[in-house]
């Protein structure tokens, strides 16, 4: 099913409304996504695993703790 030139727009500014979501919360940094507030990392392979954050991080009661995961989400339409 091809979409219009309207679902293809709306779907691309979805889509970017969501990276910028996730962007405030994390940090893409090579194969590794980075929490900016205790600097904990995650690297690529460890995906299927629950992001550590440093005990004191109050990051790690916000949202999405599969970051790799909700990444592959907000880009399935590419």
Do not use: T
């Amino acid at each position: 099913m091809k979409l219009s030139n309207d679902e293809n727009r709306a779907g691309h500014q979805r889509m970017a409304e969501e990276l910028a979501e996730w962007g405030r919360q994390w940090r893409l940094e090579a194969d590794m996504v980075r929490c900016p507030y205790c600097h904990s990392v995650q690297i690529a392979s460890q995906a299927d695993r629950s992001f550590l954050h440093d005990s004191a991080c109050a990051a790690s009661a916000l949202g999405e703790q599969y970051p790799w995961r909700s990444l592959a989400w907000i880009l399935r339409s590419l």
